[in-house]
T-cell receptor, first 115, second 109 residues
Framework: GAVVSQHPSRVICKSGTSVKIECRSL??????MFWYRQFPKQSLMLMATSNEGSKATYEQGVEKDKFLINHASLTLSTLTVTSAHPEDSSFYIC???????????FGDGTRLSIL | QKEVEQDPGPLSVPEGAIVSLNCTYS??????FMWYRQYSRKGPELLMY????GNKEDGRFTAQVDKSSKYISLFIRDSQPSDSATYLC?????????FGTGTRLKVLA
């Protein structure tokens, strides 16, 4: 199998707080990890792509200083939402793939609520 | 025009029915095609993927790609209430993955 674990699954915090979300590939080494945002009843919106050991590539319109991504190893990527505000409330999902000709495997998502 | 299009549904069928989910795509350069199932408040789960055209079967699920008409299809036989979910189709190449917006399926007991 190809299991991706995402933690935490749910976060509720006050405005201005920074929140870190972890994404781990448990049984494979991920050359690339992806971070998505999903609004209710809408499709996945790619935020950024990260390769181990290099800087993340952000999609147009995504603030890299707001959404810090670190891909420190072949099994771990983190997304930090800095100084979160209510408009950052959303469902964030990570995914990982073994290689270029491989499909993505998704984590179970993190529901972030900023009060 | 979206790169991958699918009807959002919802599609409601009785238990035991054969379900047909369809997508159209516009980018002929991408050779891999995929189907994911997403339950509410969960991440997408990979169901099947295929390379180029043809059919692929896995249990009750069959994926089909028709490159001449740029059609991606997923068939579910003997549908169950547990199949109720949103189904995402898509395609990918070396540097890009494109997902459809998803079709919500409801299988009624």
């Amino acid at each position: 199998g190809a299991v991706v674990s995402q933690h935490p699954s749910r976060v509720i915090c006050k405005s201005g707080t920074s929140v870190k979300i972890e994404c781990r590939s448990l049984d494979f080494q991920a050359t690339t990890m992806f971070w998505y945002r999903q609004f209710p009843k809408q499709s996945l919106m790619l935020m950024a792509t990260s390769n181990e050991g290099s800087k993340a590539t952000y999609e147009q319109g995504v603030e890299k200083d707001k959404f810090l991504i670190n891909h420190a190893s072949l099994t771990l990527s983190t997304l930090t939402v800095t100084s979160a505000h209510p408009e950052d409330s959303s469902f964030y999902i990570c995914s990982a793939r073994r290689g270029e000709s491989q499909p993505q495997h998704f984590g179970d998502g993190t529901r972030l609520s900023i009060l | 025009q979206k790169e991958v299009e699918q009807d959002p549904g919802p599609l409601s069928v009785p238990e035991g029915a054969i379900v047909s989910l369809n997508c159209t795509y516009s980018n002929s350069a991408f050779q891999y095609f995929m189907w994911y199932r997403q339950y509410s408040r969960k991440g997408p789960e990979l169901l099947m993927y295929t390379y180029s055209s043809g059919n692929k079967e896995d249990g009750r699920f069959t994926a089909q790609v028709d490159k001449s008409s740029k059609y991606i299809s997923l068939f579910i036989r003997d549908s169950q209430p547990s199949d109720s979910a949103t189904y995402l189709c898509g395609q990918w190449g070396t540097y890009k993955y494109i997902f459809g917006t998803g079709t919500r399926l409801k299988v009624l007991a």
